[in-house]
């Protein structure tokens, strides 16, 4: 177990100086790179095809002389070469874990890991949840998935573990009912899953345990695995059924666990962890580095610092962030995010990107007429579309038909006003659209296209 370094920072280098972190970051990319070129058969021959000398790097700045690393390579590095791929560069002997990403389709993203690799996915896991509120001595409740390989199962256990919590890893699989009861049995006062899960399980507190959720003995919750966490109407409805604090964290399987963590500000996710990795902003459509200043908007790219099985240089998440702050009356100097969607997961419409959880966030801000539960129907293939978006929104209980006019009217006049994105929205009535019973709510379904 180790111990954070003060009441408000698991490590001091949460708090170093721009030139302070610097240093560190730069010495590690260094010993990284050398490592990485001389252990890895994926990386070394990435780096010759690319005709780039990874020993000429020397500074973050330098990083653009190296290719990306895409997750379709990593696949079919992992096929070509099993169990862990042409970019493993660990023994088998100094491998003592393997994880597995929750991919949606196909096998999993395998990862091996070290003894070292472990220990740093759970330094750099620790500062996020530390900066989140948990602290030495809670007794959590674990709802994040703990089956099919999802990155918030065994590695947060280990995480919680390495901080001194008490972990309870009972997993959303386990369903609402498990949960609440084990809740109001052990009355943990930490609490971690996906937002909108979280939010369903205060939803059926009263019906379930006889109690409202606030009333359970939440004091902290972290929130991650989807976007929309941040969202002011996700968290406000969070904190308002639990009566308790509710911050967002972010990471993924491929580099950690989870490596972002927001503060009490609650003015986005901190970067917490410059010795520990490289985190890039770029422009997602032509590959250059976008400056991370207040307002900046692009996708994360990391590099790690400290790994040894599964190391990774420039890799492409297809998370979308908006820098949300370059300081912070916490303390902490990194820079501060909140994840709008994922690259991959965007729409265009009639030639306007817009991402799914935007789109949420307007619906909620409608409660209570509006449940907040909203779904996509796209009837339509890929990621475009010329004609409107078709929206699926449930009202109220009891909401009045000249009520649900004016609500429809008004959602398809707000949407367009903010995104400059015209939709055709269908109400439809509470409890209409399916609860999270899972890990992750998916805002795009897809259905048969219509003919004419």
């Known amino acids: 177990m180790a111990a954070p370094y003060s009441e408000k920072q698991w490590s001091a280098i949460e708090s170093a100086s721009a030139d302070e972190a610097r240093v560190v970051q730069e010495e590690r990319l260094r010993e990284q790179l050398a490592y990485v070129g001389a252990r890895s058969e994926f990386y070394r021959e990435k780096f010759a095809a690319a005709g780039v000398d990874p020993a000429a790097v020397r500074t973050v700045e330098d990083l653009v002389r190296l290719p990306f690393t895409e997750k379709q390579e990593l696949r079919e590095s992992l096929a070509a070469a099993p169990p862990l791929g042409a970019h493993v560069a660990a023994g088998p002997d100094e491998i003592v874990q393997i994880q597995a990403s929750s991919g949606t389709t196909g096998s999993p993203s395998y990862v091996g890991l070290t003894r070292s690799d472990i220990e740093t996915w759970c330094e750099l896991g620790a500062r996020a949840l530390y900066a989140n509120g948990f602290r030495p001595g809670d007794r959590l409740l674990h709802a994040f998935g703990m089956s099919k390989g999802f990155v918030g199962g065994l590695p947060v256990v280990q995480i919680l573990q390495h901080m001194g919590i008490v972990d309870i890893p009972i997993g959303a699989e386990a369903g609402a009912e498990r949960l609440l009861r084990v809740q109001a049995d052990q009355r943990p006062n930490a609490l971690i899953g996906t937002p909108y899960f979280l939010a369903y399980l205060a939803e059926q507190a009263p019906s379930i345990v006889g109690l409202d959720a606030r009333e359970l003995g939440v004091r902290a919750i972290s929130v991650g695995g989807e976007p929309g966490g941040g969202l002011p109407a996700v968290r406000e409805k969070l904190e308002a059924l639990w009566g308790a604090t509710s911050r967002e964290m972010l990471g993924g399987t491929d580099i950690a666990c989870t490596y972002w963590g927001e503060c009490e500000a609650a003015n986005g996710m901190h970067f917490l962890s410059p010795d520990l990795m490289v985190a890039e902003l770029i422009n997602p459509d032509t590959g250059e580095q976008i400056a991370p200043v207040e307002g900046a908007q692009g996708e994360l790219v990391y590099t790690a610092l400290r790994r040894q099985a599964s190391p990774l240089v420039r890799f492409r998440t297809r998370d979308h962030v908006v820098v949300t702050g370059t300081d912070c009356a916490c303390g902490r100097t990194g820079y501060t995010v909140r994840c709008i969607g994922r690259t991959d997961d965007m729409l265009i419409v009639r030639g306007i990107n817009v991402f799914p959880s935007a789109i949420k966030q307007l619906v909620a801000e409608l409660a209570p007429v509006t449940t907040g539960e909203m779904r996509i129907r796209a009837d339509f293939e890929g990621h475009s579309t010329q004609k409107p978006l078709p929206l699926v929104v449930e009202h109220a209980a009891g909401l009045p038909s000249e009520k649900q006019d004016e609500l429809r009217a008004s959602l ?22 399916k609860r999270p019973d899972h890990v992750k709510v998916n805002l795009v379904e897809r259905v048969p296209a219509q003919t004419a």
């Open 412 to 433: 398809e006049s707000r949407i367009r006003s903010a995104l400059n994105v015209k939709t055709a929205v269908t109400l439809v009535p509470d409890g209409s659209l």
